[in-house]
């Protein structure tokens, strides 16, 4: 039973180009959360989603940065123009459902790199 | 608006001796509290978590937490150390009415065992 699996593991993007990060939520699970850790820092939340529906993105930035999880195929986290300072490294969670006592399970993330 | 408070950034031990991990809370109420552990270059992984049964709970790995409600602490121990334990520990709250896994994550506490 594979667990969440996030692609790429490292990304590296010029200032202003399109950063695109997958995460495929453990099989059965149809809960996802996307949660950002800048260098020495904890995680911060961004985004929890369901299938094909944004449940609060409250930790999102307000521009550049956009979240899907569509019926089929991976949950994608679009950061668009990146900057410097999105340097971070990305992690996706998913869980089976919703409560707080439900088991979360979190990919090894993708650090992105901005230069 | 709750939080978390880890008071070590780094904490250092020789293998076979105690840990302990220090984490206080900010709420007038039983948060649910938790643990999480982060490898390098790897996601996190659940330690323990409290959601207002036991005051002393129980994870993996030989770790445990106590709730202490009068000193508003969730500390982190174990009673013998291993090299195996060296890595990013989180102190973690999910905000009372959340509803789902949106966690607050403390700027965590970096354990180094040594021979």
């Known amino acids: 039973n594979a667990g969440v699996m996030q692609n790429p593991r490292h990304l590296v993007r010029r200032r202003g180009q399109e950063a695109r990060l997958r995460c495929s939520p453990m099989?059965?699970?149809?809960?996802v959360y996307w949660y950002r850790q800048l260098p020495e820092e904890g995680l911060k939340f961004m985004v929890y989603l369901q299938k094909e529906n944004i449940i609060d993105e409250s930790g999102m930035p307000k521009e550049r940065f956009s979240a899907e999880f569509p019926k089929e195929g991976p949950s994608i986290l679009r950061i668009q123009q990146v900057v410097r300072g999105d340097s971070a490294a990305y992690f996706c969670?998913?869980?089976?459902?919703?409560?707080?006592?439900?088991?979360?399970?979190f990919g090894n993330g993708t650090r992105l790199t901005v230069t | 608006a709750q939080s978390v408070t880890q008071l070590d950034s780094h904490v250092s031990v020789s293998e076979g001796t105690p840990v302990l991990l220090r984490c206080n809370y900010s709420s007038s109420y039983s948060p649910s509290l938790f643990w999480y552990v982060q490898h390098p270059n790897k996601g996190l992984q659940l330690l323990l978590k409290y959601t207002s049964a036991a005051t002393l709970v129980k994870g993996i790995n030989g770790f445990e937490a106590e709730f202490k409600k009068s000193e508003t602490s969730f500390h982190l121990t174990k009673p013998s150390a291993h090299m195996s334990d060296a890595a990013e520990y989180f102190c973690v709250v999910i905000p009372r009415g959340t509803g789902f896994q949106k966690l607050v994550f403390g700027t965590g506490t970096r354990l180094l065992v040594s021979p």
């Open positions: 969670a998913s869980s089976p459902e919703t409560g707080v006592s439900s088991p979360l399970h």
């Open positions: 099989k059965g699970h149809s809960h």
